[in-house]
């Protein structure tokens, strides 16, 4: 026997509410990590709300932590259970924008629970790339021990290597950052797409230090 009209209307009244209601509290999620409301996050989390909700951008609430480098709204979403690895619209994820960025407790929290060491960026680079480039000499380090990629050539044809000669000025932090991959096994004599190797970069730029230890470890 069919439902009556009015129990129907009803009924799907109820569903449109609690809908309603739902999507209003993702919001409200993405509004406290914004405003960096730790208590307010928790809250929301206690009531089961969706960890993985998406800005207009695709961001979830733990990129938007991470963006901000908001460490404790970032650990208690991660301890939710928040996708360290989902994407926004521009190709980052929490795990890559915090390689990038030099987040280096974030980026702990992201390597605990799950990161995807071989996904990349819009520029098809590994975390590790940009981390090499930026100078950030313990993002490197944590990269390295948890077994990224060091050879890894990204859609501009460059390594991590080749980014801490090519886009540095070849000062300390680029220099030990340089010695650390050399360490970790990357290959020293691998060019760019145009033939180019990491030495010739280096002495094309005057990066004394950085060619020094590129010959040491072989380069031709």
């Known amino acids: ?56 951008d695709g961001s979830t609430p733990l990129l938007l932590a991470t963006q901000a480098n ?11 259970g928040a996708d360290v690895n989902r994407k926004n619209l521009m190709q980052d994820s929490p795990y890559l924008l915090a390689g990038a960025s030099g987040h280096n407790q974030i980026l702990a929290m992201t390597l605990a629970h799950g990161a995807d060491l071989k996904s990349t960026n819009r520029y098809g680079g590994t975390a590790l790339i940009p981390a090499c480039e930026r100078g950030h000499v313990e993002t490197v380090r944590l990269l390295i021990d948890a077994g990224v990629d060091v050879n890894h050539v990204n859609r501009l044809g460059w390594t991590g290597l080749m980014e801490a000669i090519v886009l540095s000025d070849g000062g300390l932090a680029h220099q030990q950052i340089v010695a650390m991959l050399i360490g970790a096994g990357a290959d020293v004599n691998l060019p760019d797409r145009d033939g180019i190797s990491p030495l010739q970069q280096a002495q094309k730029r005057g990066q004394v230090a950085i060619a020094k230890l590129l010959q040491e470890a072989g380069a031709q």
Not at 10 to 33: E, F, H
Not at 70 to 80: F, G, K, Q, V
């Open 1 to 56: 026997m069919a439902w009556p009209i009015p129990f129907k209307t009803a009924v799907l009244a109820l569903g449109l509410m609690v809908a309603s209601s739902a999507m209003a509290a993702d919001k409200d999620l993405l509004d406290a990590v914004r405003g960096g409301q730790l208590a307010q996050v928790e809250q929301l989390l206690a009531k089961g709300v969706d960890l993985d909700v998406r800005a207009i």
């Open 70 to 80: 908001r460490i404790d709204i970032a650990r208690a979403l991660i301890e939710a």
